[in-house]
Nanobody, 121 residues
Framework: QVNVVESGGGSVQPGESLTLSCAAS????????MGWYRQAPGKEREFVAS????????NYADSVRGRFTMSRDNAKKTAFLRMDRLKPEDTAVYYC??????????????GGQGTQVTVFS
């Protein structure tokens, strides 16, 4: 059993900041990468950011590059998404996914339930 749990969402004013956390737990042998996605009401889910677990290489959507920063804590199997200068269009449910190798050697992608971020317009 592997779980991914997001936290840190909330409601803020434009220009303010939030930091989301994504913690993976369970029978994990190794981590490959973690990613953040978001889905706004009436829209499709879109990619936000990702990080490779070994090298820490990050990748961002154009809409958030320069405002969002993804990092990780290897020991805690936790990734963070620091979101600065938030805009109303950042309002969405933010989902985390973990690309992992479980005990037994198989590779899996596990997602969380999401955390709501609301930026008042």
């Amino acid at each position: 059993q592997v779980n991914v749990v997001e936290s840190g969402g909330g409601s803020v004013q434009p220009g303010e900041s939030l930091t989301l956390s994504c913690a993976a737990s369970g029978r994990i042998l190794s981590m490959n990468n973690m990613g953040w996605y978001r889905q706004a009401p009436g829209k499709e889910r879109e990619f936000v950011a990702s990080i490779s677990w070994s090298a820490g290489t990050t990748n961002y959507a154009d809409s958030v590059r320069g405002r969002f920063t993804m990092s990780r804590d290897n020991a805690k199997k936790t990734a963070f998404l620091r979101m600065d200068r938030l805009k109303p269009e950042d309002t969405a449910v933010y989902y985390c996914t973990a690309d992992i190798v479980v005990r037994g050697g198989s590779r899996r992608t596990v997602g969380g339930q999401g955390t709501q971020v609301t930026v008042f317009s």
